[in-house]
């Protein structure tokens, strides 16, 4: 198949054509009479007027009207010669579509299979880079321009190690972040799981650190009320005991039944502890209600 093919031509009869409004002079004076007889600046409508000016205007609208329509079918009348030329270059032009469609599709196919090539030597290339710098081939922004056949390869291999590098920045970045993250939650015995995720996610350090501060406070929260009412729970028990039963000198016997309930020893044992150990037994022994006393050595 010969790739010239000879230009079509076409040769079209066109004469200017004249349109003039003969009676022109004439509309335009009785366009002015009817603006001067109706016009009003100001105009003042009452109940009583309401229903002349309607008629007043619904003749104005005609007269408008008419204009618009003998407009029109000039128009309609004007335009059949260019309506039909318009037509036969289209027939024309659908023709030639014939021969342009499947061709135009095979050269797209082809084209689009070249496209898709060059993508992939580009995404093992970029694949070769993102591994040298430990990042995830999926965090490439792929840049539709590197696909031209013009792009000069440096250039496109550069802008792939920058968004490596910056990647990588990021990536190290994260890891020192989430190291500081477990350190903080650990130390407030909190789980890091949740804010290093909060980190992953896109949360900056500074309000994950907020929202660490914050949970460890609602924990300690939960914890003095948890501890408050388990006192209240010992209380409550001590007291309904105290009203069921009475101490007879070692023992809690039941007021009405006699029967021995409990019965206490004295225990003497020594500890070795630090100062914040024996507060805490001190305050073990206090929660569970144990009398007991204390000396220094």
């Given at each position: 198949m010969t790739n010239a093919i000879a230009d079509v031509s076409s040769h079209v009869e066109f004469k200017p054509a004249k349109l003039k409004l003969t009676n022109r002079d004439a509309i335009m004076d009785r366009a002015k009479e009817i603006r001067d007889q109706f016009k009003m600046d100001n105009p003042v409508i009452t109940a009583e007027n309401l229903a002349g000016n309607k008629l007043v205007l619904r003749d104005l609208k005609k007269q408008k009207k008419l204009l618009d329509e003998a407009r029109l079918k000039v128009k309609r009348e004007y335009n059949k010669p260019l309506d039909e030329f318009t037509s036969d270059i289209k027939k024309a032009q659908s023709i030639i579509d014939e021969a342009i469609n499947p061709l135009e599709i095979a050269v797209n196919d082809v084209e689009e299979k070249q496209k898709q090539e060059r993508k992939q030597r580009i995404m093992d290339v970029a694949t070769q880079i993102f591994d040298q710098y430990e990042v995830d081939i999926n965090d490439l922004e792929f840049d539709k321009h590197w696909l031209n056949k013009t792009y000069q390869k440096t250039k496109r291999e550069n802008e792939i190690i920058a968004q490596a590098v910056q990647l990588r920045k990021q990536k190290d970045q994260l890891a020192k972040d989430a190291e500081a993250v477990n350190n903080l939650a650990g130390g407030r015995n909190l789980d890091p799981e949740p804010f290093i995720q909060q980190l992953q996610?896109?949360?900056?350090?500074?309000?994950?650190?907020?929202?660490?501060?914050?949970?460890?406070?609602?924990?300690?929260?939960?914890?003095?009320?948890?501890?408050?009412?388990?006192?209240?729970?010992?209380?409550?028990?001590?007291?309904?005991?105290?009203?069921?039963?009475?101490?007879?000198?070692?023992?809690?016997?039941?007021?009405?039944?006699?029967?021995?309930?409990?019965?206490y020893r004295t225990f003497r044992f020594t500890a070795k502890v630090n100062i914040k150990q024996a507060k805490a037994l001190v305050e073990f022994l206090k929660n569970n209600g144990i009398e007991y006393e204390t000396e220094a050595v």
């Open positions: 996610n896109g949360i900056p350090l500074a309000d994950v650190t907020q929202n660490i501060d914050a949970a460890a406070k609602q924990a300690e929260q939960r914890k003095e009320q948890q501890e408050r009412l388990e006192i209240a729970r010992k209380a409550q028990e001590q007291a309904e005991l105290e009203a069921k039963t009475k101490k007879v000198g070692n023992k809690r016997v039941d007021k009405t039944t006699g029967e021995v309930v409990d019965e």
